[in-house]
């Protein structure tokens, strides 16, 4: 049964949103353990309209997550295992010959979905990411000349493994700064990981999503109708101001070499409405901010050569700035 998000006043609206990730995350949860933090942080991209890259080692859950999320939200899921020799083709489709009809019929590609799991998407040659890069801004794909729409809650969950040096290649800034958010996943916490091997430890084949009864709790229109609740969450001058003061800061900082576009920082004002509709309000404090700012800005600036010396890390950096940016009352 599917959430019912019927529009009324704003803080029933909120309280509707915030129900619905509360159920996402109990589901979630069923398949995924110890990960609830993460859950929250795709369900705020998806109602933000963003794009989420996972960063972490093998056997760590990602691609369970994006499973399990798309059946608890209901969207169509699709995966695409990047490899060397992929071509856009593979990814988009192609327009095939017809000798019946003489005529040209599209063969869509994987790409054509709404959740898309782009596994190791560092493993493809630049050429082959940038098939994305329409559909990750436009939500639409040109073959052969031709625009193609895809579904507006179209939405890219792409993995990369940050230990692998050989037979990779990085994401370029214009690739990198499609995705709202970079998320570092981290080997679960000793109880959590206790209770993995108790439930798969005794499993003869991996499981699928669906043995862990992981149920549908949303669908289109309630997705459609949070997104609708979000737009209206306020959003104060003085939260603006600190969003900018604190993008600027990046473009400011002897840490940095390259700060963040003003396109961060709209995209953080935009987040930081979804997470605070998620945790019932209707409106933007900055906690919202100082909670989402690593996630929207580590990999879209670039340390400078004196920090790396020093053995500074892109979170440490902004984290000094949030500290010496004046909070608003």
Known sequence: MTADLAKGDGAKDVARVQALGAAIDAEVAKAVFGQQPLTRMVTIALLAGGHVLLEGPPGTAKTLLAQAFARAVGLDFGRIQFTPDLMPGDILGSNLFNFQTSSFTLTKGPIFTELLLAD???????????????????????????????????????????????????????????????????????????????????????????????????????????????????????????????????RESADLECGASPRAASLLARAASAAAALDGRDYVIPDDIQLLAAGVLRHRVILSAAAEIEGRSVEQVVSALLEREEVPR
């Open 120 to 250: 190791e998407i560092n493993r493809t040659p630049p050429k082959t990411q940038a098939a994305l890069l329409e559909a990750m801004q436009e939500r639409r794909v040109t073959i052969n000349g031709e625009p193609h729409t895809m579904s507006p809650r179209f939405t890219v969950l792409a993995t990369q493994n940050p230990i692998e040096q050989q037979g990779v290649y990085p994401l370029p800034e214009a690739q990198l700064d499609r995705f709202l958010f970079k998320l570092v996943v981290d080997y679960p916490a000793i109880e959590e990981e206790r209770r993995i091997v108790a439930e798969h430890g005794g499993r003869f084949k991996s499981p699928a999503v669906a043995d862990f009864g992981v149920a549908q709790v949303a669908d289109a229109k309630a997705i459609g109708e949070a997104i609708d609740i979000i737009s209206n969450v306020r959003l104060a001058d003085e939260i603006v101001d600190y969003i900018v003061r604190l993008v600027r800061a990046t």
